[in-house]
């Protein structure tokens, strides 16, 4: 159901509570004056009041359903709860009354002359079976569309069932007491209203705590064991969450506002971080449809972490690209070599200062480092310009020669020969395609491919860079 459907039926179900409100409350106040009854007449301030809350409940729905805008960005819904606010002081000032008047009767027995009539026992019979009716289909809308204000109303309703029953009750127990002459009975009807004023107090209580929590942004009950029991469960087990170290959940009208944060592992990359992110969301909204999800991610330290970890942590952190780390460690401690990218127009002095806070950082966040050895190498801004030219059969050859030195590799493929690589017109730059057998460590792999590289340079000066793709044998594109 869209929003506007869900506004429709909340609308429908407040304007049918004011018609009912409104007769119910006529008919009651009509009967307790012609009759005499406090018990009717308290009665009817009560059912006033539900119809006040109706009508308060009717104008509140109307504007909580409005979407936020740049003056209340988290919607209106907070108005209900504001309504709420008010029926709690009408029901409170009713049972003042009510119970001024009961106990001004039971010692003023004057005031305990009733003129007995059927209408009473009919209007309260009516009145229960209205109240039944309209309890259960607030209540039905006020779970559907999380609803406060119409929750609120359903309540009323619901009261007005016992409280009713309680008149009805002590209207006929005064009739018996008259009848049969019996004193105590015509204490009935101003002690049912007491019972009445005792129930408003007590549904007077429940909605008042219930404002406050929601003025109070208290996490709301209906979610409090479901996200114990499945919120945390499913985000704890997604890939890549180390923890959950908070949920905060509010609720402004029918809409809920959710605060997440949790621990990933500081070595994730952003774009992995933000892939959690979104299934954290999705896993939120799984339990609470079409909340507002706001998650802050905390990057943390994890026991499983390796020093080459730790290492690339720090760089990180400070916004800085290193490859090629080794590291090796004799006696005793462990010697770090790492290459560092800095920008090509950034000053050697600049870029050593970079490279000695780095390698500080990085000392600190290690202690086993004894010496630490950092290459620093610039990092290209511009594109360089290049022009390819056609391998001569010569050099193709002199490739699988040097190639055919290294049992490792099964072919060589794709190659491609490139003028004026690094700036200098007359440099070459060799491109190609490396076959390699499917199972071999990485660690392998690289020492084949440096070795090969590092041996045509030695033969061709010429060659300022021979750039090799290694590929498996079940992927070889020749």
């Known amino acids: 159901m869209n929003q506007m459907q869900a506004t429709a039926a909340k609308r429908s179900a407040a304007q049918s509570s004011v018609l009912a409100a409104l007769g119910i409350t006529l008919l009651k106040l009509l009967t307790g004056i012609l009759t005499g009854s406090l018990g009717m007449l308290s009665e009817a301030a009560h059912s006033s009041i539900d119809l006040i809350a109706a009508g308060i409940t009717l104008l509140t729905v109307r504007v909580s359903d409005r979407p936020a805008d740049e003056e209340h960005n988290y919607g209106h819904g907070k108005l209900e709860s504001l309504s709420a606010g008010f029926e709690t002081v009408l029901m409170v000032g009713s049972c003042v009354w009510i119970a001024r008047e009961s106990i001004h009767r039971i010692v003023d027995r004057e005031h305990l002359d009733l003129h007995w009539s059927v209408w009473p026992f009919a209007v309260l019979l009516l009145s229960i079976a209205v109240d039944y009716t309209r309890s259960r289909a607030l209540h039905r809308v006020a779970a559907e569309h999380r609803s406060d204000a119409l929750e609120a109303d359903a309540v009323h309703f619901g009261t007005d069932i016992w409280s009713s029953a309680a008149v009805f009750v002590g209207l006929l127990a005064a009739f018996v007491g008259d009848r049969l002459n019996i004193p105590a009975l015509q204490y009935a009807d101003p002690v049912a209203a007491l019972v009445v004023a005792a129930i408003i107090l007590q549904v007077t209580w429940r909605l008042a705590r219930q404002t406050i929590d929601s003025l109070l942004d208290a996490t709301p009950p209906e979610v409090r064991e479901q996200i ?99 590291v090796r460690q004799y006696d005793g401690a462990l010697h770090v070599e790492q290459h560092l990218e800095v920008p090509e127009t950034m000053t050697l002095r600049e870029a050593h200062e970079v490279v000695t806070a780095l390698e500080t950082e990085m000392k600190h966040e290690v202690p086993g480092i004894a010496s630490l050895l950092t290459h620093i190498e610039s990092e290209p801004a511009t594109i360089a310009t290049a022009a390819q030219v056609d391998p001569s059969e010569n050099l193709e050859n002199q490739l699988r020669a040097t190639a055919s030195h290294f049992p490792e590799i099964l072919d060589i493929h794709e190659i491609s020969v490139t003028r004026g690589h690094g700036g200098a017109a007359n440099s070459v730059q060799v491109n190609l395609h490396c076959t390699l057998p499917d199972d071999l460590p990485m660690e392998a792999v690289h020492e084949v491919i440096t070795n090969f590289e590092s041996e045509f340079k030695l033969d061709h000066p010429q060659v300022a860079r021979v750039f090799i793709h290694p590929e498996p044998a079940t992927d070889n594109r020749r």
């Open 228 to 326: 114990r029991r499945d919120l945390i469960r499913d985000l704890e087990a997604a890939d890549g969450v180390l923890a959950v170290d908070r949920v905060r959940v509010r609720r402004s009208g029918s809409h809920y506002f959710v605060d997440l944060t949790l621990s990933l592992p500081r070595r994730l990359t952003f774009q992995r971080s933000e892939q959690i992110t979104a299934a954290a969301t999705t896993a939120v909204q799984r339990v609470l449809p079409g909340a507002d999800v706001v998650i802050h991610t905390v990057p943390t330290a994890t026991l499983g972490e390796s020093v080459f970890d730790r290492i690339r942590a720090v760089a990180a952190r400070s916004n800085l690209s290193i490859h090629d780390v080794s």
